[in-house]
């Protein structure tokens, strides 16, 4: 099975970038909201780093420290975005506060019954699609 493609080509445009004394690695994020902070993030802390505005369910850019771009492409969702952040695929079964039963984070919403008194008949059109 094809789980992901990786697509390397070269930076077009340089980044000035202070000496490699100035800056540690460690001090470095993993991720930068845009191309261009994570091309400077990149050769600053001599480590790959996410471009966050380029993620998607399917995708993720790196600029590398050696000023080239990674962007790998999967054949499936691997990420689902859950308010500001990206969690991995977990279509562990979990009970949510309105009693219904969901996978914790998956690309469609699903609710299902609990099943169990009072949860058919009287609530069939709360669970209905």
Do not use: C, F
Not at 11 to 18: L, M
Not at 39 to 55: E, F, M, Y
Not at 59 to 71: F, K, M, R, Y
């Amino acid at each position: 099975m094809l789980l992901g493609i990786a697509v390397v080509t070269a930076v077009a445009s340089a980044v000035a970038v202070p000496p490699a004394s100035a800056v540690s690695a460690g001090l470095v994020p993993d991720s930068a909201p845009d191309e261009a902070t994570a091309a400077l993030w990149a050769q600053q802390g001599d480590k790959p780093v996410v471009v966050s505005s380029a993620t998607t369910e399917t995708s993720e850019t790196v600029a590398n420290p050696d000023g080239s771009w990674t962007l790998t492409e999967y054949t499936h969702p691997v990420r689902v975005k859950q308010g500001a952040t990206w969690a991995p695929i977990d279509t562990t079964l979990v009970k949510r506060a309105d009693g219904s039963v969901g996978p914790k984070a998956t690309t469609v919403d699903l609710a299902l019954n609990p099943g169990g008194a009072g949860s058919s008949g009287a609530d069939r059109d709360r669970w209905r699609w």
